[in-house]
């Protein structure tokens, strides 16, 4: 699809998904090291969190805004992530749900 064919809130909204997913897929090694290393996890943690949410309104605006035009590859990276981010949240939803506190 042609830059030029797609309307102004897509090219915004795709951007804001590229940029939010690198910062989660970014997150991921820096929680692992911040875990290994003792150091505080909290601000990766809540600032995923809220990438996850602006992540997953720009899949769905991307989406909205580009579903008279044809299904490729933005339309589907798009898909992937939606579906990637609805399962990572109701992870997060059942770790929170199940927890029973701390042990001892």
Do not use: D, K, N
Not at 7 to 13: G, H, K, M, P, Y
Not at 72 to 80: E, G, T
Request: proline share 5%; net charge positive; hydrophobic share 60%.
């Amino acid at each position: 699809m042609p830059l030029s064919a797609i309307s102004a809130v897509a090219r915004v909204s795709r951007r804001v998904l590229v940029v939010t997913a690198a910062y989660i897929l970014g997150c991921i090694p820096a929680i692992l090291l911040a875990e290994r290393y003792g150091w505080t996890q909290t601000p990766f943690h809540l600032t995923q969190l809220i990438a996850v949410v602006l992540c997953l309104l720009s899949c769905i605006v991307f989406l909205a805004t580009t579903r008279s035009s044809p299904f490729r590859l933005w339309q589907w990276l798009a898909s992937v992530a939606l579906v990637l981010l609805l399962l990572w949240l109701a992870l997060v939803a059942y770790i929170i749900l199940t927890y029973s506190g701390p042990e001892g």
